[in-house]
C-alpha cells in the first residue's frame, strides 16, 4: 500500500516561489502527479512525471512556471512553484500509480493512490 506525504505548501506572496515535495512510500515503481482544488472547483491535473523522471506533462497553466522532478533515491517528487498568483490558491495533492511503462498520466482517475494534500495560499 502506497502512502503519501506531501509537504511545503505555505503562504506566499504574488509572484514568489514554493516547493511541495511528495514523499512516497511502499511502491518505488511509480508514475506520480500533482492536481490542485480550489474551494468550490473541481480537481484539476497540475503536473506528472513517470517512475524514472525522464518524461514530464504539465497542465497549459503550469507551464513555464512550475516544475516537476523526482529524486528516485528517496523516491520523493517535488513541485518547483514560481512566479505564484492568487488564482494557483488551492489544495495540492500529490498522487501514484504503479506503472510497466514510461507513460505519465494526466486524469485523476487513472491514480491509485493520494496524499492528504497541502495548501497554498498566493496573497495579491
Known amino acids: 500500500q502506497t502512502q503519501l506525504v506531501e509537504s511545503g505548501g505555505g503562504l506566499v506572496e504574488t509572484g514568489g516561489s514554493l516547493r511541495l515535495s511528495c514523499a512516497a512510500s511502499?511502491?518505488?515503481?511509480?508514475?506520480m502527479g500533482w492536481f490542485r482544488q480550489a474551494p468550490g472547483k473541481e480537481r484539476e491535473f497540475v503536473a506528472a512525471?513517470?517512475?524514472?523522471?525522464?518524461?514530464?506533462d504539465y497542465a497549459d497553466f503550469a507551464k513555464g512556471r512550475f516544475t516537476i522532478s523526482k529524486d528516485s533515491a528517496k523516491n520523493t517528487v517535488y513541485l518547483q512553484m514560481n512566479s505564484l498568483k492568487p488564482e494557483d490558491t488551492a489544495v495540492y495533492y500529490c498522487?501514484?500509480?504503479?506503472?510497466?511503462?514510461?507513460?505519465?498520466?494526466?486524469?485523476?482517475?487513472?491514480?491509485?493512490?493520494w496524499g492528504q494534500g497541502t495548501q497554498v495560499t498566493v496573497s495579491s
Open positions: 512525471i513517470s517512475w524514472n523522471g525522464v518524461n514530464t
Open positions: 511502499g511502491r518505488p515503481r511509480s508514475a
Open positions: 498522487a501514484a500509480r504503479r506503472v510497466y511503462s514510461g507513460r505519465v498520466y494526466s486524469q485523476a482517475r487513472e491514480y491509485e493512490a
